[in-house]
């Protein structure tokens, strides 16, 4: 590789590094974005021509103006979606790239239980709305427990539960095509499961709503 490419890389590397996550949290997301985007199309532009520092910039530039869009439209959901679903126990979290959406099982289900809650299913429309709004992006649903009981019972009723927000999504009008559900049972926990506080944060929803372009 040229000098010039290798100052590309590295500039580009240098921009991705810079993204931690405690910048991510306290930067504007499509500023982040921008600046992935950026980096990562500096990376591709100088790696197709090695020999040519223009289509390193040229990278970049396109990078950054994917990327911005991308931050932009997930920093407008993120702001329409705590608009539309005011429930302290739900967690709207945008890390850059992706919308997490996060509800506690116990709000959602009764204990051994796969049937939604029916006034809990008016947040999950809410959110149905909101992806409508946002059509261009993909979502996963993954259900959690604690690691009370067998492997394979957790494994079993998360995946039902996943399921069950899924098709209330889906009758509400998202697009079957779009949407992922599956469970993960014990395997993923988010805090210890020793203590009963840390149990209930275990047993959880994801929804992870992810740009198409991203």
Request: proline residues 3%; aromatic residues 4%.
């Amino acid at each position: 590789m040229t000098n010039k490419s290798i100052a590309v890389l590295a500039a580009a590397t240098l921009a991705v590094s810079a993204c931690t996550t405690d910048s991510i949290s306290t930067a504007n997301k499509s500023q982040t974005g921008a600046m992935i985007g950026g980096a990562l199309g500096g990376i591709i532009g100088a790696s197709s021509d090695d020999d040519k520092l223009l289509k390193g910039i040229v990278g970049a530039g396109i990078g950054a103006a994917a990327g911005g869009v991308i931050g932009h439209q997930l920093d407008k959901q993120a702001e329409d979606l705590r608009r539309d679903i005011p429930n302290e126990n739900i967690d709207i979290v945008n890390t850059g790239d992706e919308l997490r959406v996060t509800m506690p099982q116990d709000l959602l289900f009764a204990v051994d239980s796969s049937d939604l809650r029916y006034d809990l299913q008016n947040d999950l429309r809410a959110l149905a709305g909101n992806l409508q709004d946002y059509p261009d992006t993909t979502v996963n649903i993954v259900g959690h427990t604690d690691d009370t009981g067998s492997d394979s019972y957790n494994y079993e009723l998360s995946e039902r539960r996943a399921q069950a927000v899924a098709f209330t999504l889906e009758d509400a009008g998202v697009r079957p095509s779009r949407i992922r559900s599956y469970g993960q049972g014990e395997t993923r926990p988010v805090a210890s499961n020793v203590t009963e506080e840390g149990r209930a944060q275990n047993r959880r929803v994801d929804i992870v709503i992810r740009p198409n372009a991203a």
